[in-house]
């Protein structure tokens, strides 16, 4: 018994190791290149911040479309860096987009029991091609939106409320698109905000704002921060920004240059029955969430809300939001990634996990080409063939979330 007690408190410390050595690894192992365009705007951004400071990343004439946090690793990257290496050394960035990766795998694998030697699932999700992309390869920022949201709602679900809002307030400040997970997270905070946590969580969030703000409150052209934000709605007025989603089904080409205010059928637009979909398709998913949240509130339910289907909801969410609404990017589905691997796991939805991580890798790939491969015009690089994983994966989705949580049992408890 002493000896079993010995190796599992030594086995406690391999996931953190393994998690470090990780990070590590994939800093000093990742291309020096990514996405063209992306690696110029980082290089043109902090260049703008470190000749005229951060505040100016929302005057009138800056370039600049992204909300304040990621700015400050921006402020902080053209402070170690000379102005003349700023575009050349922007594959530094990945070092934290990809610290943000290690520590939601390291979180989401700490729930594995340790007979399970969490850490072999740690490296499965982490090396998830689909998963890693983004960071190691692109030189995108999705990877940190994820960690956000995913902590935040994590965070509801332990009944650390006024962590979890934070978090998400955090979420918001990065990417706005993190609005939409919002309706589970107050689902989740009826299980434990009461009157007086509600008041210290207010008081925090507006601290907290005022401080992510604090440089643009003291140049004046704070609200430029909301213009911003407002801009980010229609800055690409398209109906697909190489998200190969819903629409691909309906047409060949690129999407990029067609615009989602033309009518698609009855005389309504594509964004319009994109937005339709997103909606009700949304309103289904989280019918049971807020069934379940109104009669904890009246005092019909006590049970709280499984693990499960906080990741069913939220992976749904994502995906639904995605491959519906017009004027997606292709890395707009990122944060389903990291509920998704959460119900491989944790539950053993493996066909949505690896069905999902291929087309979101195919995706990514067909237009980064990292590969080099010789024929991009192969099937599986196909934007309805991607779209159709994209479909299949939605439809496992359900299929999980319909067994989990079935409608005929939203109504039961009202009556006693």
């Known amino acids: 018994m002493l000896g079993k007690s010995k190796s599992m408190a030594k086995n406690k410390y391999y996931l953190p190791l393994i998690a470090a050595i990780s990070y590590l690894t994939l800093?000093?192992?990742?291309?020096?290149?990514?996405?063209?365009?992306?690696?110029?705007?980082?290089?043109?951004?902090?260049?703008?911040?470190?000749?005229?400071?951060?505040?100016?990343?929302?005057?009138?004439?800056?370039?600049?479309?992204?909300?304040?946090?990621?700015?400050?690793?921006?402020?902080i990257y053209s402070i170690l860096v000379p102005k003349a290496a700023l575009f050349e050394m922007t594959?530094?960035?990945?070092?934290?987009?990809?610290?943000?990766?290690?520590?939601?795998?390291?979180?989401?694998?700490?729930?594995?029991?340790?007979?399970?030697?969490?850490?072999?699932?740690?490296?499965?999700?982490?090396?998830?091609?689909?998963?890693i992309y983004n960071s190691f390869v692109w030189n995108q920022v999705d990877g940190i939106l994820s960690f956000f949201v995913f902590s935040s709602l994590f965070s509801a679900y332990k009944q650390k409320p006024i962590l979890a809002l934070c978090?998400?307030?955090?979420?918001?400040?990065?990417?706005?698109?993190?609005?939409?997970?919002?309706?589970?997270?107050?689902?989740?905070?009826?299980?434990?905000?009461?009157?007086?946590?509600?008041?210290?969580?207010?008081?925090?969030?507006?601290?907290?704002?005022?401080?992510?703000?604090?440089?643009?409150?003291?140049?004046?052209?704070?609200?430029?921060?909301?213009?911003?934000?407002?801009?980010?709605?229609d800055y690409y007025p398209s109906i697909s920004m190489n998200a190969y989603n819903f629409w691909c089904l309906f047409y060949n080409g690129s999407l990029m240059f067609v615009k989602d205010s033309n009518t698609f059928i009855f005389g309504f637009t594509h964004k319009q029955i994109g937005l339709t979909l997103f909606l009700g398709c949304s309103a289904i998913v989280l019918l049971p969430l807020f069934t379940q949240s109104i009669k904890r509130l009246i005092g019909l339910e006590q049970a709280r809300t499984e693990l499960k289907t906080i990741f069913l909801s939220a992976s749904l969410l994502s995906l639904l939001f995605f491959y519906f609404n017009t004027?997606?990017?292709?890395?707009?589905?990122?944060?389903?990634?990291?509920?998704?691997?959460?119900?491989?796991?944790?539950?053993?939805?493996?066909?949505?996990?690896?069905?999902?991580?291929?087309?979101?890798a195919l995706s990514l790939e067909s237009i980064c080409k990292i590969l080099k491969l010789e024929n991009y015009n192969t099937l599986m690089f196909q934007p309805k063939f991607m779209s159709i994983l994209y479909a299949i994966s939605l439809a496992i989705l359900f299929y999980h979330w319909s067994k989990t949580k079935p409608l005929k049992g939203c109504f039961k408890g009202w009556i006693r």
């Not at 951004?45 to 005057?59: M, V």
């Not at 909300?67 to 402020?75: F, Q």
């Not at 990122?334 to 291929?358: E, N, V």
């Open 167 to 233: 978090l998400f307030l955090m979420a918001i400040n990065f990417k706005l698109q993190g609005i939409i997970f919002l309706p589970i997270l107050l689902a989740l905070l009826t299980e434990s905000l009461n009157l007086r946590r509600s008041i210290q969580a207010i008081l925090i969030l507006i601290t907290l704002q005022c401080l992510i703000l604090l440089p643009f409150i003291l140049a004046g052209n704070v609200w430029n921060v909301w213009e911003t934000a407002k801009g980010s709605m």
């Open 27 to 75: 800093v000093v192992l990742s291309p020096k290149n990514g996405h063209e365009w992306d690696n110029y705007c980082w290089g043109l951004w902090a260049e703008t911040i470190q000749s005229k400071g951060l505040a100016a990343a929302y005057n009138s004439n800056s370039v600049i479309n992204y909300l304040p946090l990621y700015l400050y690793v921006l402020k």
């Open 327 to 360: 004027q997606m990017h292709e890395r707009y589905v990122h944060t389903a990634l990291i509920f998704s691997t959460g119900l491989a796991f944790l539950y053993g939805a493996w066909g949505q996990w690896i069905i999902l991580s291929l087309a979101y």
């Open 91 to 131: 594959y530094c960035l990945k070092s934290v987009s990809l610290l943000f990766d290690v520590v939601s795998i390291f979180v989401l694998t700490r729930l594995i029991e340790p007979e399970k030697k969490s850490w072999k699932y740690f490296l499965l999700g982490l090396l998830n091609i689909g998963f």
